[in-house]
């Protein structure tokens, strides 16, 4: 398909709409794989996932196999899983602890800092076969953290992690800054798959307009649990274009957030401990900002296949496609790590659980709707253009909204299409 013209906008009905195709076309796909996977900064994993030297996890980043660990001296690294013999997967494990690795194939041995520590029958090698690390584990190519959430750039060139993060950085720091100590993943990851294109995920995990229609159960749920207090209709707060094709809804919670705002339904104990916390914030960081830590919910999109929900619980979620049609999703709980171990991490990580967990609420209705949305994209060739159109003003410039407006779509849309006509990339 033509990307330029993939996203079509009419001034006159305020209308802005996109190409079903782009969620369909195979050769789409693999213009996705080269110009944005290859080239943005793609979520790994966080610091507290390999907390002791040696603990590793490999994952899958734009179909490459990565070994994310901690080495034996405590420095966080990258490598490509792949032996630089003759190209079998080094680590065949999803996750251990180990000072070295050993290929099944030919038997080569490397430290869990990269160094080739052995390979086999090296006498019939000359001296110098080693030289200069040729027989290391390669190292991605870029590298990169931001307040503990590490990044992968397969793009030597690419602009800095913080450059590129930009106007994210304060959300990220709005939503790690809520931990007296610091922030971290609890438990493993949530992982399940759809038979979907990614991108509707993407557009899924920055759409509170579906909210409603698609999960009323729980807004019962919710209303019932907060007294009653539940609004539906217009919400206090808004949607910010933060560049680059990242975004963020950032709404008043009127539920119970475990970081700050209590609810009958946890106790009263729970009040004065949740009172304190947000007199603490307030302490640290002044009234205004700690009602956006404490009062208000996020949910950010950061370009191309992370989301971070900051709603009753916090969670981490990436997702990777691998076919136009069908994409893996993971999702990690994070919580303050002074939580753990006390009722507080209860009550979040049922929350994790109920609406968000792949059993819960919320995850199948979003499932189905996107699943529906992708097979109704393949067949329904006659109506090839989805609406994108709800609060677009072609005369702003459309970058902060309602909190229910289609603008943080149309954000992901226009970074997207950005990057696939880029050729610099
Ligand atoms: S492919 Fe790994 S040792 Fe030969
Ligand atoms: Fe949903």
């Not at 929350?351 to 067949?379: K, M, V, W, Y």
Request: with cysteine; charged share 25%; hydrophobic share 40%.
């Amino acid at each position: 398909m033509n990307i330029a013209e993939a996203i079509r906008t009419e001034a006159a009905a305020s209308r802005f709409q996109i190409s079903r195709q782009a969620y369909t076309d195979p050769a789409v796909y693999q213009l996705e794989m080269d110009r944005i996977f290859s080239h943005c900064w793609l979520y790994v994993g966080h610091s507290t996932e390999i907390e002791k030297p040696g603990d590793f996890k490999t994952r899958t980043l734009a179909d490459r196999s990565v070994i994310f660990l901690k080495d034996r001296n405590g420095s966080i690294r990258c490598f490509l899983n792949v032996c630089p013999h003759r190209g079998a997967q080094v680590c065949r494990l999803s996750e251990g602890n180990a000072r070295s690795f050993s290929c099944i194939y030919h038997g080569w041995i490397f430290e869990n800092t990269g160094k080739s520590l052995s390979i086999a029958e090296p006498e019939t090698y000359p001296p110098n076969f080693g030289e200069g690390g040729r027989n290391d584990l390669v190292p991605v190519p870029r590298f990169e953290e931001y307040r503990g959430f590490w990044f992968v750039n397969f793009d030597r060139k690419a602009q800095s992690l913080r450059d590129y993060l930009g106007d994210a950085c304060d959300y990220i720091d709005v939503i790690v800054d809520q931990a007296a100590t610091e922030m971290h993943i609890v438990g493993k990851a949530q992982e399940y798959s759809a038979r979907a294109n990614w991108k509707l995920l993407a557009e899924n995990s920055t759409d509170i307009l579906h909210v409603e229609a698609l999960h009323p159960t729980y807004l019962d749920l919710v209303a019932t649990n907060s007294g009653g207090a539940m609004k539906r209709g217009k919400m206090l707060g808004k949607c910010v274009d933060l560049g680059n094709g990242h975004s963020v809804i950032e709404r008043q919670a009127t539920y119970g957030r475990p970081i700050a705002q209590w609810i009958s339904l946890w106790g009263d104990d729970a009040k004065a401990e949740i009172d304190a916390i947000y007199d603490r914030l307030v302490k640290m960081y002044g009234e205004e900002r700690a009602i956006r830590m404490a009062r208000y919910s996020r949910n950010l999109l950061i370009f191309p296949n992370l989301v971070i929900n900051d709603i009753m619980s916090i969670t981490v979620r990436s997702f990777q496609p691998k076919a136009a049609d069908y994409m893996e999703v993971n999702v990690w709980a994070l919580a303050p790590k002074e939580e753990i171990g006390t009722p507080a991490l209860e009550r979040r990580l049922s929350n994790f659980l109920e609406f968000l967990g792949p059993g819960g609420f919320a995850t199948p209705d979003d499932i189905e709707a996107l699943e529906s949305c992708q097979r109704a994209a393949l067949s329904a060739r006659e109506a090839p253009w989805n609406d994108l159109s709800k609060g677009f003003d072609p005369k702003s410039a459309d970058k902060v909204g309602d909190t229910k407006d289609e603008l943080p779509q149309r954000a992901f849309w226009r970074g997207w299409q950005a990057r696939l006509l880029s050729t610099g990339a």
